[in-house]
């Protein structure tokens, strides 16, 4: 049974969050599963998963965010190679030591390839789970690519139930569609919220408050959103000096939560960001009313969500759109911060740091690690860096 959140303070709510995210192992969505037989659990790996789908199947799509500082590899290295960033290898990690053994299925996606080999490896490691991996299309920009994707959803569906039993009709996934519109219309509400009143809302309590949507059901999730919004919204405070910054490149491996608090106290308050992007996919609902919800949820991927490194589409540039994106929040800086050996998210700096240059916005490009314990370095070079702003 969940803990009614509407008597708590912000403060208990965050930190509520906060223990969740930062405690190893999934041990609500591990009773959710207990409290009804017959209930899965579909483990996503980032960076976008149709949630909808596992949701509508009667399962509980849990994110998969890797292993945080506090998991040591001993396994999973001699798996891969050495030059991958730390996700992938935690990922696997946490299977090895039995961490995801309480999930039906995992979910992985044509993001990159150490993703797809994750998948493969994953799958030939432990073949009495059920893993699936999807394919996004390739050329967003192509007639076929709606069609196509919707068809894959399709697929991953009646996957999914014959591994519940549940026969999944189209009024599921609309009913899914809902709710996760639902969430992510409260999650816009509260990222307009930061980057309109920084100082009323941390990004290191944004976020928990996000990620906690990784281990519950969306259902409870918008709970906690809704409670936590209408606290915010009550809050009062004036800004303090300090640079707005718009924070872009860790959409797939997520920074410690330390680290976050870190570039916040070396003088920033970060008003855009690109953490768990794909909790914030699409641009605006998706049509819950559609006849053909599979066609609604593949349409909305490949027309209406956020550019992103791992997607595909030759129509926008990803530099331009950082550019733009920037001066819509009145972004004073951009801080690039990629994961180590993240191949999508270095491959776009080299056109991130033209474009940038070219609009006259100063930036600082840094690089992460998840199992990173200390950040005086990065502090000290974001500090030296506000200050070049502040002060020039
Ligand atoms: S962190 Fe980058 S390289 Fe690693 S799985 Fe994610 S997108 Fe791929």
């Not at 991996?133 to 709606?146: K, R």
């Not at 281990?215 to 300090?242: F, N, T």
């Not at 331009?320 to 819509?328: F, S």
């Not at 009145?330 to 700096?349: G, H, M, N, Q």
Request: net charge negative; charged share 25%.
């Amino acid at each position: 049974m969940h803990t009614p959140v509407l008597q708590e303070s912000l403060e208990e709510l965050v930190e509520r969050c906060t223990q969740a995210v930062e405690t190893p192992g999934f041990a609500e969505a591990e009773a959710w599963k207990r409290e009804v037989p017959g209930r899965a659990l579909a483990g996503c790996f980032p960076v976008y998963s149709p949630v909808e789908l596992f949701h509508a199947a009667g399962m509980l799509p849990v994110g998969l965010a890797g292993g945080g500082n506090r998991m040591e590899i001993a396994h999973a290295d001699s798996r891969f190679q050495s030059f991958v960033c730390s996700i992938v290898k935690s990922t696997l990690e946490q299977g090895m030591t039995g961490v995801l053994s309480s999930f039906d299925a995992l979910i992985f996606h044509s993001i990159c390839d150490p993703a797809r080999n994750l998948a493969s490896v994953y799958a030939r490691n432990f073949p009495d789970q059920k893993v699936e991996y999807i394919h996004f299309p390739q050329n967003l920009g192509a007639p076929e690519a709606t069609g196509y994707l919707a068809r894959e959803y399709e697929r991953v569906v009646v996957s999914m139930s014959e591994l519940t039993g549940r026969a999944v009709s189209f009024d599921d996934v609309r009913a899914s569609i809902s709710i996760y519109n639902q969430v992510r219309s409260v999650i816009r509400d509260l990222y307009a919220i930061r980057s309109d009143t920084p100082h009323l809302l941390k990004t290191r309590e944004l976020y928990p408050l996000v990620r906690y949507g990784h281990l519950v059901p969306p259902e409870r999730h918008l709970e906690v959103l809704l409670r936590a919004r209408a606290m915010i919204l009550a809050r009062e405070g004036r800004p303090k000096d300090r640079i707005r910054a718009l924070l872009a490149g860790s959409f797939c491996e997520q920074p410690p939560l330390d680290l976050i608090a870190a570039i916040e106290d070396a003088g920033c308050y970060l008003v855009d960001d690109d953490f768990l992007q794909g909790r914030r996919w699409f641009t605006r609902d998706v049509d819950a009313e559609a006849d053909d919800p599979y066609y609604a949820l593949a349409d909305a991927y490949a027309n209406r969500s956020v550019p992103c490194a791992v997607k595909h589409d030759i129509r926008t540039s990803k530099a331009d759109a950082l550019v733009e994106r920037a001066r819509a929040h009145r972004a004073d800086a951009v801080i690039v911060l990629c994961a180590k050996f993240c191949e999508p998210a270095l491959f776009e700096y080299p056109l991130y740091r033209k474009a940038l240059q070219a609009a006259a916005l100063p930036h600082i490009a840094l690089e992460f690690e998840e199992k990173m314990w200390v950040f005086d370095r990065i502090k000290t070079e974001i500090e030296t860096f506000v200050e070049s702003l502040l002060f020039s």
